[in-house]
Every structure is written in C-alpha cells, then in structure tokens.
C-alpha cells in the first residue's frame, strides 16, 4: 500500500461526509466532484501533496474545505481572475459543459482557474461564468493575457537535438505544456527557432519545441515522447504538433493514433 493511501481514503471520507460524491477519471489521478449542482474537476495527487504538506491527516479538512469554499470551489472574480488560464489537455475526458475547444484528435484546449501555488486546476463551465456575472470572452482575455505573461517569465533555451535545433522551456508549472496556446508564442520563439514550429506535449510538465522542415528525422522523437507520455499522472498527447499562424495541427502520432472527436465543445 502506498504510504499516501491513508490521505487519499481519509480526503475521500471527508468529501462525502460534506456530501460531495466523487466520479473518478479512468487511468488518471483526477477526479469529479459532485454537489447538488455543482461540479468541480481537481486533481487528488495534488489534494494529498498538500495534505502531506501541511502534516497529514489532520490537515485533511482544510485542504478539503480549500477545493469547496465559493461557487463552483472559486474565489470571487476580483481574486479569481490572475488565476484564469488555458490549458492543453488530452481529449480523452469527460468535458460536460467545461468551456473547451478541440484542437487535434488528441488534445483540447480548456479555461480554467490555478490557485497561485498552482496545487488545484479548476475547470470552468458556463455555471462559473453565471457566478462571476461574466462573458466567455472577457474570461478567455484574461486567461490569455496570463498565458502570456507565463511565458514571459519563462526562460527559454537553444540546443540542437538530431541535428536541428530545440526549445526547452525552464519553468516549473503545470502549465509548462499550455504554454504553447500563449499568445506570443511566436514573438518568443521565431528569433530562436523560426516559425512555425514543431513541438511535443506528452504530459503537462514537459514541452519541447524544433525548427520546422523534413519530417523526416521526427521518429527519433518516438522514445522520449511515449517514456513521458506513459510515466506521467497528467500525460497530454503522443502527438507531434506544429504550430503555425494557422493554429495547432498534429502531424501524426506515436503510438495507437487518438479516436476521432465526437465533442466540438462550447
């Protein structure tokens, strides 16, 4: 038994003595909670680092009380608001009324809400934006006015990889994979790399991005892409991106190719 399996039954417990049922997501660590109405998607590895952070069990009914307090388990929009993002996110999931948008066969972007020490990523429906007295596009703004400035902050440097030259981006955010729907991608990677460029997302912590040209050499890329994409609790995609003025489009996939989308969102 994992020694984090007393967090992960006790946080439980204390989520349906609170009446919140829980629909957990196959094969991830994520889980759905369900109160009246009320929906809520949050990660439960990161309910239990934080219980763990704050010394265990005990600290179990603030952590929970944490995810639950506000409408939909958000702050008010005056708070809430540095914290809205976009995420990239593997289409496999149950999305329901989440404000989302398919971009590839295997992945979506979705606007959510990260608490600052980003232990918590919130889905946002059209109930989030009713609370907040809000439109979808002045959330979507500021979302992307946040994915910008992210990647400012973000230090980027050049390798060369199988001969072409590599991005790797050095932060450490679960948003390191979202950063490629940032605004201003191109203006910072084009002087490094040129534009447009080919990236690889396998999970949510990993992003790389090369110089556009034959595809040829992309195989190479098979290793790293799956080794990351099995190995993590929030694996992304086996695709290979390119991003482009045109968007996000994938050039093909490692592994089983993802299903076609039968959800085109909101």
Known sequence: MSEDAPLRQEIAEELRRRGVDLVYAPGTARATLHRGADQVLVDLDAMVRAARDRGGLGAVPGVVRAVLEGPAGLPGW????????????????????????????????????ADPEERFVTWISGRTLEGWGLEPEDVHWAARSNMASLLDGTHVEVHRMRGRR???????????????????????????????VVAIAPCR????????????????LADVVMHEHAGSGHPVTTEVLRCSDEGISALGAFGEAPPEPDDAGP
């Open 78 to 113: 005056l708070v809430a608001r540095s914290g809205v993002r976009l995420s990239l996110e593997s289409l496999h999931h149950e999305f329901r009324d989440t404000l989302h948008a398919p971009l590839t066969r295997g992945t979506t972007r979705v606007l959510v809400y």
């Open 205 to 220: 912590d990993f992003l790389m991005a090369f110089e556009d040209g034959d595809p040829a050499w992309l195989p190479g």
């Open 166 to 196: 590599c991005a790797v981006f050095q932060i450490d955010s679960v948003f390191k994979a979202s950063l490629l729907l940032a605004p201003n991608l191109r203006e910072r990677v084009a002087p490094l790399l040129g534009w447009p």
